[in-house]
């Protein structure tokens, strides 16, 4: 889900089993996230998004676009329980609590 994020018709996190389904999740994150060993959303809940971004560059050997921490904020925060928002809206949280990514 893109720039498109239609609130009203947010999946039941309940009921989500693939990675690709959370909302600003695609292919590529759902992939990365498997690198990291997050198989399924419900892998999700009471992780930190910050120790998995780090993880990432860890595993890639680089490291990755902040915006990045971003997508994995919203994803965390989405299974946790918070509104349906674009991936973007957690860019200044990151720069806040991250200010060197």
């Known amino acids: 889900m893109g720039q498109g994020l239609d609130k009203s ?3 039941d ?3 989500l089993t ?12 759902a992939e990365e996230l498997r690198q990291i060993g997050i198989r399924v959303p419900r892998d ?5 998004p910050k120790i998995l ?3 990432l560059c860890a595993a ?5 676009d902040p915006c990045v921490l971003d ?6 925060r989405f299974m946790e329980g918070a509104p349906l928002k674009p ?3 957690y860019t200044a949280e990151r720069q806040r609590t991250h200010p060197d990514l």
């Open 18 to 29: 693939r990675l690709e389904q959370l909302p600003n999740v695609g292919r590529a994150t």
């Open 53 to 55: 971004y780090d993880r």
């Open 87 to 89: 991936w973007w809206t």
């Open 13 to 15: 996190r309940n009921t």
């Open 71 to 76: 997508v994995f904020i919203s994803a965390v």
């Open 9 to 11: 018709t947010a999946p």
């Open 44 to 48: 999700l809940v009471g992780q930190d």
């Open 60 to 64: 890639t050997c680089q490291r990755q």
